[in-house]
């Protein structure tokens, strides 16, 4: 027999249905992140991603969880572009599901909020100083007037570099697998066939921090499609756009076999072939095991699925 015994606190609290705690549909995964980020006060702008880095929930399980409350209509999200050409995913959480044209109507309504305007509002230029003197007009030759002796025709000369030193400190920190996980990045979408040059080396340089972090290149590719827009919405600016999607990293997802190991007393361990399972990262209902035999992170079907990819 249970008893239960409540005291109603003071403050700070939040009042939720009991159909939402008791949602058939929904894991404690998905209850918790929900509830988390109604608990928030008024204004506040924190991410699904990051209420799940507070809350402990690893990459896998806040997948389910994100997923599941999408499919619930509980969690909307659309991709617009801001001023500039920022792309910006704007995330709507309600406490009761909402259809998708309550949820677009809503989201229209919302300002389109940008770290740019968050931080740096625009400030009014003040009033010019008029120089001291009457204006000069300009002379009539044509040419500036300038010491005889002077030679400006010709650039000094620059240092010749040795071709055989060392390269550049910012070039020797990017590893050449980032770089060839970003050259590759044109033939992963069509949206993604117009990137600049000149974004190459920073990209270059977000990816090595996902690859510093534990996540393969495989993951990699999969966050960059899951982020591109599914609605045919063109991407103007894709360099941006993949800004965008690296910026933040995720935990990285961390195999069941090295869970089990940690976590099983020696008694129990699992057998060698439950121990050498993997739990796939693609969108299953349940947790899905399947058997690597490298350091793929996708179960057959999925990866069938998955469009075919130079490997980086």
Known sequence: MIYRHHIAPPRAFTQFSHDLIR???LSSDAVRLLTWQLSLPEGARESLSR???????????FTRAKRQLKEEGFVHERRVQGPGGLWITQQLVSNVPLSEGEAAKILAGM?????STAKSPQVAPGPRIPAAGAPTPPAT????????????????????RNPDADPAP????????????????????????????????????????????GHTP????????????????PVHRPGGLLRYLLRDIPPAPTSVSSVSASRQPASTRLSSRV???RECEGDHVQA??????GDETLCGHCSAAQPDLPTA
């Open 23 to 25: 949602h058939p549909r």
């Open 288 to 293: 899905t095991l399947f058997r690597p035999t």
């Open 111 to 115: 300002p389109v909020h940008t770290s």
């Open 51 to 61: 209420t799940a880095e507070r809350a402990r929930i690893g990459a896998c399980s």
């Open 218 to 233: 495989t993951a990699i590719r999969t966050h960059i499609l899951r982020g591109l827009p599914d609605d045919g919405t």
């Open 141 to 160: 030759d044509g040419h500036p007037r300038k010491d005889p002796g002077e030679n400006t025709s010709h650039r000094p000369a620059e240092p010749e």
């Open 170 to 213: 910012e070039a020797a920190e990017i590893p050449e697998a980032a770089r060839a996980l970003v050259a590759a990045l044109p033939h992963l979408s069509p949206d993604l066939r117009r990137i600049p040059r000149g974004m190459y080396d920073e990209l270059a340089r977000l990816v090595s921090r996902w690859l510093a972090s």
């Open 275 to 277: 121990a050498a399972l």
